[in-house]
């Protein structure tokens, strides 16, 4: 597929050439004349290099600033983890629901330039001649493609690499049958001989795997649970039965820590540089309500004491009028938890949240009480954090009250300060409704996957949980209710210069305005349960 054709598959190559993840784009897209069993053998040829390109960029790390347009000024703030002390865009920004396209758009364009147009390379290599490599690709195309259908909803999926020159986009729904199928051959091939020592992979693979098939099919059974879940309103009888392949399968779902998928990368995460750094980004008023209310002890992993504050963990409140950055930057910045290079995609203490909803449900087998106190404690242990026995027990704490601590000094943020949003305690209760045990799951769960933004603001919107609070400031004009929130983003501005008809046949998909306050497919408005 020549540069031409990947331009009207809606790549905007002159913003991606900063990412440096490959300085050939003609030679990365063109259909190859085919690999040799040779190129293949000594250490998977030119494979590795594509290979190594999805890894890097299922979330982008370097540089920096591409992973703040990305996923931290969108995704990281939505989902209640992180706030921003700037008052980026003279206020008015993706933090006060005014989606800024400039912004918004490398998250379409580093999935198109770097990611899918290196898993169509990968196709083209490995599919026929090393199908365990192009399994782990499958699996990795996946994690890196439910994130962009999650965010904008209908996009560019089977259609992509083609010759058309208009490039139609799948529905959401669409989308996701293609992926179950994607994770349906992944594992399959992934099953012959995973009982072995063999890691035919193992040059090639980026993460702590090593290469090994077992664990790549559990992460492939754990990711296909994420994606279930997130059809529980839309389609209940596919969202089941695709929870219970992953469950029932031989090598099932991820069940101890040494299960995560963790990237190994060779730099720290962005977010380090972003918060430490720069001061862009601090603990939130979410995270501090709910983990200080909670006297929760993975507070010290995750955050920075405050500066401004010693001894104390303080956050800022989401979508407020900020007077001067110097009014909160000396909050709580994010901690040790990204001062690693290890980028965890899917982890066991979420996938046992998710168990614990599946008995919830009714769909498997279990009790919902154990697998919700096992992922609180693969949760503390995937942290380094002793007392998960005695937290477990806590039946008093609860989310305490925000006070924007800059008030004290500057009685203009007095405004910000609210009571707590939420009142559920951390101790199961067994005689509680099913949606307050929902409540405490998704709730736990989202501590849980801390910082990866993306996961926890796309179960924020199938659950409503945890509760947040509201932005005090929408300058959205009407297109993004306070009450609800951002629930997608705009479809991508280069999308709508380079494939305008594409770009029209994923808006009659989407089923509603191109802004963002219109629903996904399976971001319904219907009850929980």
Known sequence: MKINKIKKAAIYISMIAAVGCTSDFESTNTNPKGATEEMLSQDFGNVAAPMKVMFNNVIIQMPEWQYQLQQNLNADIWSGYMATPTAFAGGSNNTTYNLIDGWNGFIWNIAYGNFMANALKVEQLAKEKSKDVYAISLILKVQGMHRVTDIYGPIVYSKFGTENSVVEYDSQEQVYTQMFSELDTAINQLMIGADSNAKPVENIDQSNYGGKRNLWIKYANSLRLRLAMRLVKINPTLAK???????????????????????????PNAINTISSGWGDICMSADMESILGGYNDPRISKYFSASTQFPGEY???????????????????????????GDIVFVSAAQTSFLLAEAVLRGWTSGSAKAFYENGITLSFAQNGISGAATYIQNNTNKPKDYVDAASIAIPFYVVNNSPAVSKITVAW????????????????KWIAGFPEGQEAWSEYRR?????????????????ITTEFGPRRINFAQSEKDGNPGGVATGLAKLGGLDNGGTRLWWDTTGPNF
């Open 463 to 479: 659950t409503g949980y945890p509760k947040l609070f509201p932005v005090l400031k929408n300058t959205s004009g009407g297109k």
């Open 314 to 340: 303080r956050g800022v409140r989401t979508g407020i009028e900020i007077a001067s950055k110097a009014d909160h930057a000396d909050f709580s910045r994010i901690g040790d938890v990204v001062k690693t």
């Open 241 to 267: 039965s695709q929870a219970l392949l992953a469950i029932n399968n031989k090598y099932g779902v991820m069940t101890t820590n040494e299960d995560n998928f963790v990237l190994k990368s060779a730099t």
């Open 429 to 444: 209760d067994d005689a509680a409704s099913n949606e307050v045990k929902l409540e405490k799951i998704i709730t736990q």
